[in-house]
């Protein structure tokens, strides 16, 4: 755990302008163009991982799907993330990035990253029994075409509150952790805080990564095999760009 003496608890952020997703894209790009083995092995495993998970929810029914995302693919996701943000910092150090520096550095963050995977599993619980609740305050039966319209109308809005807390948590912390000797809380915080004080850039940033993935299902998920690390390497430097960490110690 870093220590708190002497650091701030959010972590102070910088002011985006609308051009900073799209820069993040091309370095990313540009990260993927330079370590294309590695890009390629990390973009099968999650192809993989993505495949498992279809395949067992389609034997096993959706709470099936809902136990093996939250007992498995949440938990193994932060992990791969921190692979991938390790290539982009060895690149951004102008040294060769190795499959097995990700490794050592996933295990060094291996506690903190299940911290942020306990906090999206209470995240995701609460949002699914929110959404129980509302089908209990807005029963549909045939032919109610008003309060279909309504259940459809305050589901969304709850299901975009929930999702924007998720992305917000998310969107800056888990790079944080990989390059900060800090704690996940802190990481979290200072993730939101920075998504606040950018709410448009970081609206943006969500509708391309929300698109982007897209693609890559609609590709059976063959696209994702170059989506998801290109978008790891240009969340690395939308962290770099937007969280100034150094009153942190850097992980060796």
Request: charged fraction near 15%.
């Amino acid at each position: 755990m870093a220590e708190s003496t002497g650091k701030p608890f959010v972590v102070p952020c910088a002011d985006l302008t609308s051009e900073a997703p799209w820069r993040w894209l091309r370095l990313g790009w540009e990260d993927w163009r330079k370590a294309p083995r590695l890009s390629l092995l990390f973009g099968v495993v999650i192809l993989l991982v993505s495949v498992a998970v279809s395949a067992l929810a389609w034997h096993l029914g959706s709470f099936a799907l809902l136990a093996v995302l939250l007992s498995g693919f949440v938990y193994v996701a932060p992990l791969i993330a921190v692979g991938l943000y390790c290539v982009s910092r060895r690149l951004e150090e102008d040294r060769k990035p190795r499959l097995s520096e990700s490794f050592l550095l996933a295990r060094r963050v291996l506690g903190q990253a299940g911290v942020f995977a306990l906090i999206q599993f209470v995240i995701l619980l609460v949002w699914s029994r929110a959404g129980m609740m509302l089908n209990a305050f807005f029963p549909i039966e045939s032919g109610q075409t008003g309060v279909l319209i309504q259940f459809l109308a305050v589901g969304s809005a709850i299901g975009s509150m929930f999702a924007a807390l998720t992305f917000a948590s998310a969107a800056f912390s888990l790079p944080m952790i990989a390059d900060r000797n800090t704690d996940m809380v802190t990481a979290c915080v200072s993730s939101i805080n920075a998504a606040l004080r950018n709410k448009w850039v970081c609206f943006q940033w969500a509708a391309i990564i929300a698109v982007l993935t897209g693609l890559g299902f609609a590709t059976a998920y063959l696209g994702l095999v170059v989506i998801m690390p290109w978008l790891a390497y240009a969340a690395w430097h939308a962290y770099r760009e937007t969280l100034d960490a150094s009153d942190w110690e850097r992980l060796p």
